[in-house]
């Protein structure tokens, strides 16, 4: 059964930087095609995917965030870790995770998600 | 970038009825690249299509996809009370993944 589980600070200081860890089981990122990705809601508002990365450590990042963002991995643990630096109130969302997996049909939809966790950006 | 557009926004329907959602990209995609998701207050989302026309696993066959170059859409033959909800079409292309801004499917 695959599940993940995002964790971090409910409550950021804007300009600060903003440290999430996603935690899965069932399945491994040194598994060749599995991808975990992140993803965030603002309250009311629609998805928005932020980065990506595969189990070739390749990353992809939203081009439109792609310069306050990274993505990395620790294998060992489980464990993807998303930065966002100099957050401001627009970044107050709900910050998903979701696993791709690049070989299975479903690519390249995320076909496993977390709950969520509410990231408040204020001061 | 592609941009997706859901129409319409809220969709007010009784349940039984048929529900008829539609996303359009702002430029030709792959099929194989196009999804569908499903979203309950307080829920992630879950992945309904893909393919275009693909059920993902456990999804009802009353839930079905179809389109193709820019215009696709998702149709709920009859709704069932758990079917109100938030539905996102997503588009992957250009190593950039897009969701559209969804269509509330509310109980009239």
């Known amino acids: 059964q695959v599940t993940l589980r995002e964790s971090g600070p409910a409550l950021v200081r804007p300009t600060q930087t903003l440290t999430l860890t996603c935690t899965f089981s069932?399945?491994?990122?040194?598994?060749?095609?599995?991808?975990v990705s992140w993803i965030r809601q603002p309250p009311g508002k629609a998805l928005e995917w932020l980065a990506l990365i595969d189990w070739d450590d390749y990353k992809y990042y939203s081009t439109s965030l792609k310069t306050r963002l990274t993505i990395s991995k620790d294998t060992s643990k489980n464990q993807v870790v998303l930065t966002m630096t100099k957050v401001d109130p627009g970044d107050t969302a709900t910050y998903y995770c979701?696993?791709?997996?690049?070989?299975?049909?479903?690519?390249?939809?995320?076909?496993?998600w977390g709950q969520g966790t509410l990231v408040t950006v204020s001061s | 970038e592609i941009v997706l557009t859901q129409s319409p926004g809220t969709l007010s329907l009784s349940p039984g009825e048929r529900a008829t959602l539609s996303c359009r990209a702002s430029?030709?995609?792959?099929?194989?690249?196009l999804g569908w998701y499903q979203q309950k207050p307080g829920q992630a989302p879950r992945l309904l299509i893909y393919?275009?026309?693909s059920r993902a696993t456990g999804i009802p066959d009353r839930f079905s996809g179809s389109g193709s170059g820019t215009d696709f859409t998702l149709t709920i033959s009859r709704l069932e009370p758990e079917d109100f909800a938030v539905y996102y079409c997503h588009h992957y292309g250009e190593s950039q993944w897009t969701f559209g801004p969804g269509t509330k499917v509310e109980i009239k």
């Open positions: 979701a696993r791709i997996s690049a070989y299975s049909r479903t690519w390249p939809n995320f076909d496993s």
């Open positions: 069932g399945f491994s990122l040194g598994t060749s095609g599995m991808c």
């Open positions: 393919d275009a026309s």
């Open positions: 430029q030709s995609v792959i099929n194989t690249y």
